[in-house]
């Protein structure tokens, strides 16, 4: 319990320190997931007691909902000509700032808002922290619902151990924009790079959750505070 408790207390840290990142008129991207929900509702008390006037662009219709109830201003990202600041969390990081993320099921619409952002901040607590990627988390693959079998097949070819994304209830997992999740584990995950692109090179994989070259600040989150890294990670070239 104290662990828990101690994560909790980290999140807050990490997400009260990104969210002082937010300056007057910018556009932000608004991730998804539980320490991104604590950035958004620290957003929303600062639009309450400072009058800070941003736009957001949600990653999800979850975050949309949050931030609607906190009366956050919100635009769609085709609605916007860039984002000046993306603040999400990760499921997962390594040494070089590469990420898994997609444990939410929102992966296609956070890669398309951090594509698209200026600045990219990725919001932690410790032990998100990995050696390796893919130590504790399996790589999320949003897939067509139409002929899912026949991709999930082509995964395991790929190495892949996979599952489809199911409810709390057995049913099909349904992401925002319609489509399936396969959960895909790797016995060795030392080259997210070709991994990524093999992925990609699937017929019917519209995104995979390995986020790489997207992380530009990293805020760690403690029990005693936060801690801000600037990464000098490289760019991913899929935003280019």
């Known amino acids: 319990m104290v662990v828990t408790l101690e994560a909790d207390v980290a999140k807050v840290h990490a997400a009260r320190s990104a969210a ?6 910018m556009i ?3 991730g ?3 320490t991104a929900n604590l950035m958004v509702r620290r957003l929303g008390e600062r639009v309450a007691e400072e009058g800070l006037d941003f736009v957001g662009v949600p990653t999800s219709v979850a975050t949309a909902e949050l931030a609607r109830e906190l009366g956050i ?3 769609d990202v085709d609605d916007v000509p860039h984002v000046d600041l993306n603040i999400d969390g990760a499921d997962e990081i390594d040494p070089e700032y590469r990420m898994i993320k997609g444990r939410g099921g929102a992966l296609l619409r956070e890669k398309l808002v951090a594509c698209v952002a200026r600045r990219r901040v990725t919001i932690i607590s410790p032990e998100k922290v990995v050696p390796r ?3 504790d988390s399996p790589v999320p693959v949003e897939v067509s619902r139409l002929g899912w079998r026949h991709v999930e097949q082509r995964l395991r070819k790929l190495g892949a151990t996979t599952a489809l994304r199911r409810t709390p209830e057995g049913m099909m997992f349904i992401t925002d924009g319609g489509n399936v999740i ?3 584990r790797f016995s060795a995950l030392a080259d997210p790079e ?3 692109a093999g992925l990609k090179s699937v017929v019917g994989v519209f995104e995979t959750g390995l986020f790489l070259g997207l992380c530009d600040v990293l805020v760690v989150g403690r029990p005693d505070g936060a801690e801000q890294i600037v ?3 490289r760019r991913w070239t899929g935003c280019a």
């Open 182 to 184: 396969i959960d895909c």
């Open 231 to 233: 990464t000098h990670a």
């Open 73 to 75: 201003p919100l635009r």
């Open 32 to 34: 998804s997931g539980s």
């Open 20 to 25: 002082s990142l937010v300056q007057p008129g």
């Open 194 to 196: 070709t991994l990524e």
């Open 133 to 135: 990627l893919g130590t």
């Open 28 to 30: 932000v991207g608004l």
